[in-house]
């Protein structure tokens, strides 16, 4: 079993920005890919921005020249920097990571509201 901690997520004024961060651990054979996907009350969960071990990385176009994924290999972490956040940005943000046995764990969420 994998455990993602996902951390970061607050309230913060159009414009502004965040960090979110996320954990793996547990018993973790090699990952291969982590991201994030949002969902938004009423909406689909929909990809956000994701980076492979090689550092290659895609973003959703709506988050594309604001947001920036990096990720930690030794240390199995993820991050998002979250620039010029806008009020439709606001949704529960969940950690997801994929590894070689093409294993799929998601976490708990974090909530990021953006007021205008």
């Known amino acids: 079993q994998v455990q993602l901690v996902e951390s970061g997520g607050g309230l913060v004024q159009a414009g502004g920005s965040l960090r979110l961060s996320c954990a793996a651990s547990?018993?973790?054979?090699?990952?291969?890919?982590m991201g994030w996907y949002r969902q938004a009350p009423g909406k689909q969960r929909e990809l956000v921005a994701a980076?492979?071990?090689?550092?290659?990385?895609n973003y959703a176009d709506f988050v594309k020249g604001r947001f920036t994924i990096s990720r930690d290999s030794a240390k199995n972490t993820v991050s998002l920097q979250m620039n010029s956040l806008k009020p439709e940005d606001t949704a529960v943000y969940y950690c997801?990571?994929?590894?070689?046995?093409?294993?799929?764990?998601g976490g708990q969420g974090t909530q990021v509201t953006v007021s205008s």
């Open positions: 997801n990571v994929a590894d070689v046995l093409q294993r799929v764990f």
């Open positions: 980076i492979t071990t090689g550092g290659s990385t």
């Open positions: 547990g018993n973790i054979v090699k990952i291969y890919k």
